[in-house]
Structure formats: structure tokens, C-alpha cells
């Protein structure tokens, strides 16, 4: 179902970036556009892991670190792995203070969860765990591949239209005119919708049911959903911003920080997802805890233990 899903929206994303071509180029930008989405498919299927690793500066660790926080955060993701029946994914660290998290990679095979350095510094080792446990079953269930393509793809949408809007805004006799360029301002945004719903709100819960099972404390996932929509709506995350199509990948949207729209929101409500989980510790035998309402910090006031640099005060763009 996932593969038929996957090829569902990269046709629709497709026919977008061809329908923007045609407005900027007629037929012949049409064409154009269409040989290029062919080629950014077959080339995101390969590499988009790569791009979205690179754009937020994803720094890969092992056991060997010189943290003793981030030696756990290794260890603790390979041994879920492992007690799960999964390849070993590699692992990274991502210098921004927002506390985060997400998976990428076309397989499981080719698969690397990523956390930020906020997350490792805010969180407890058992949240950690229960967050990247999560972050693990969106790579069992093959949910990073149509999550990194689409991102990639729907960036690349984005950046078409804004080339007709700053280089073809006054060209009167291209097809649509000004009003096929005004047209262009709506269907970037339109293009960051259509990932975002088809990364449907069930995937979240069953990515939390999943990992929950994997980590084997619903309660510690629940008390880190908390948290990190708590730091996330006062931590800003700058990558995220500049390039929002890829915001779905995060286990809680990155762009609370900024009144980022919900209308197209791919994550379901924080406190759905806290009930469901537990409700699931209490089917496990577990008796419910309470968590503190967390307070989070103002951006650049993180004392960081994972020894890693923060989000820089300079951004380096879109790329790292």
C-alpha cells in the first residue's frame, strides 16, 4: 500500500511541476518540466536522504563518541534496532536546540534517524528512547521514502514557481501572464499542502503505537510529545523554516515556533497522541505517571551537554 501511495503522489507532484512549466514556458516548458520531474524522481528515490541529511547539517555518530549522552542516544537506537529485527540504521545528531527528531531513507536498509542536539539536551535517556523508537517504526513501516521524496520533490516546486515570479512576472506574452504568475504564488504553498496530507495523520499513530511496542514505554513517548511541542512553539528551527516542505519529517512539526498554518497539518494533535499512548501503558500494565508542565527556554539560552555546537547565529542557507 505504501508503494502505491508513493507512486499516487509523485504522479500528482509531477502533473504540478508540469502544469507550473507550462506557465512559464508553454508546451515546451511543459515538456521540459515533465523530462525534469522524471529525472528528480528517479533521483530523489536515490538521494533525497542525502539532501535533507546535508541541508540540516546532520553530523553521523557511533558508540565512540566523546559524550557520554550521545554514546547512550547510539546505543540505545542500535539496541532497538536490533530487539525490533531491523538493519542498523545510521545515526546522527543535527546542531539545532529545538528539541526534534526525525527518520529518513528509502529502506530500511538505507535508512538514518537523526535527533538534535535539544532533543538530547532537554529530554531524559527514556524519552530519547521512546521518541527515536518512534522515529525507528517510521523506517519498519517504509514511511521514509514517500516522506523524503515528496519533501524534495515539493521543494523543488516551490523554488520553480519563485524562478517565474522574480524572472517572468512582466513576460505578458507567456501563457497566463500576470495571471498565471499570480497562480504561481498559489501553488508553491499548494505543492507544501499536497505533502503534507499525503503524509496521513494514521501514520503518526501507528508510528507511535509501533514504537511505543519498541521502546516498551508508551508513557515515555507521551511525557516527550509534551515536551517538545512545549520547546518547539518558543525554539525556532531556521533549516526548517527556509525550507517547510520538509517539516513533515520532523515527530512534531518544527514550525509551531512560527504560527506555521495547520490547515495542511500532517501531525496529529499532541493530545490525541498523548490519550492513545495512555491509553496503550495502561493495556501494557503500566500505571500512569504525571509530567510537569515542561517550561522551555528562550532560543540561544540552551546549556548543551552533547558537546556539539547549536543552531548557528549565522545560517550557512538552505544546503548546510
Request: positive net charge.
Given at each position: 500500500m505504501n508503494h502505491l501511495k508513493t507512486f499516487v503522489l509523485l504522479a500528482a507532484l509531477t502533473?504540478?511541476?508540469?502544469?507550473?512549466?507550462?506557465?512559464?514556458?508553454?508546451?515546451?516548458?511543459?515538456?521540459i518540466a515533465l523530462a525534469v520531474a522524471g529525472g528528480m524522481n528517479l533521483f530523489?528515490?536515490?538521494?533525497?536522504?542525502?539532501?535533507?541529511?546535508?541541508?540540516?547539517?546532520?553530523?553521523?555518530?557511533?558508540?565512540?563518541?566523546?559524550?557520554?549522552?550521545?554514546?547512550?542516544?547510539?546505543?540505545?537506537?542500535?539496541?532497538?534496532a536490533a530487539d525490533a529485527g531491523m538493519p542498523q540504521p545510521r545515526v546522527a545528531i543535527i546542531p539545532n536546540d529545538q528539541p526534534n527528531a526525525f527518520a529518513?531513507?528509502?529502506?530500511?536498509?538505507?535508512?538514518?534517524?537523526?535527533?538534535?542536539t535539544g532533543l538530547l539536551d532537554m529530554l531524559t535517556r527514556e524519552e530519547v528512547r521512546g521518541v527515536m523508537a518512534h522515529e525507528l517504526a517510521h523506517v519498519k513501516n517504509r514511511d521514509?521514502?514517500?516522506?523524503?521524496?515528496?519533501?524534495?520533490?515539493?521543494?523543488?516546486?516551490?523554488?520553480?514557481?519563485?524562478?517565474?515570479?522574480?524572472?517572468?512576472?512582466?513576460?505578458?506574452?507567456?501563457?497566463?501572464?500576470?495571471?498565471?504568475?499570480?497562480?504561481?504564488?498559489?501553488?508553491?504553498?499548494?505543492?507544501?499542502?499536497?505533502?503534507?496530507?499525503?503524509?496521513?495523520?494514521?501514520r503518526e499513530y501507528e508510528?507511535?503505537?509501533?514504537?511505543?511496542?519498541?521502546?516498551?514505554?508508551?508513557?515515555?513517548?507521551?511525557?516527550?510529545?509534551?515536551?517538545?511541542e512545549?520547546?518547539?512553539?518558543?525554539?525556532h528551527n531556521p533549516t526548517a523554516e527556509r525550507n517547510p516542505a520538509s517539516g513533515q519529517l520532523f515527530i512534531i512539526n518544527p514550525l509551531a515556533g512560527?504560527?506555521?498554518?495547520?490547515?495542511?497539518?500532517?501531525?496529529?494533535?499532541?493530545?490525541?497522541?498523548?490519550?492513545?499512548l495512555m491509553e496503550l501503558g495502561t493495556?501494557?500494565?503500566?500505571?500512569?505517571?504525571?509530567?510537569?508542565d515542561p517550561v522551555a527556554p528562550a532560543a540561544g539560552t540552551v546549556e548543551t551537554t552533547t558537546g556539539v555546537p547549536a543552531t548557528p547565529s549565522r545560517p550557512r542557507g538552505p544546503w548546510g
Open positions: 502533473a504540478l511541476f508540469a502544469g507550473v512549466g507550462y506557465l512559464i514556458g508553454g508546451t515546451g516548458g511543459m515538456l530523489s528515490y536515490w538521494n533525497a536522504d542525502k539532501i535533507v541529511l546535508k541541508m540540516y547539517r546532520a553530523q553521523p555518530v557511533d558508540e565512540n563518541h566523546p559524550n557520554a549522552v550521545v554514546r547512550n542516544y547510539v546505543a540505545d537506537v542500535r539496541r532497538m529518513t531513507g528509502r529502506n530500511p536498509q538505507n535508512a538514518a534517524v537523526c535527533a538534535t521514509t521514502l514517500i516522506m523524503t521524496v515528496t519533501a524534495t520533490v515539493a521543494g523543488a516546486i516551490a523554488m520553480l514557481a519563485n524562478f517565474a515570479l522574480f524572472f517572468g512576472g512582466n513576460d505578458r506574452e507567456r501563457p497566463g501572464g500576470m495571471i498565471g504568475t499570480l497562480a504561481l504564488m498559489i501553488l508553491a504553498p499548494m505543492a507544501a499542502g499536497l505533502v503534507q496530507m499525503a503524509i496521513s495523520r494514521s508510528a507511535d503505537r509501533i514504537g511505543a511496542e519498541i521502546a516498551g514505554d508508551p508513557q515515555a513517548l507521551a511525557s516527550a510529545l509534551q515536551k517538545i512545549a520547546y518547539a512553539k518558543r525554539i512560527r504560527g506555521a498554518d495547520s490547515l495542511f497539518s500532517t501531525h496529529p494533535a499532541t493530545g490525541n497522541r498523548v490519550r492513545a493495556k501494557m500494565g503500566m500505571r500512569p505517571r504525571t509530567f510537569a
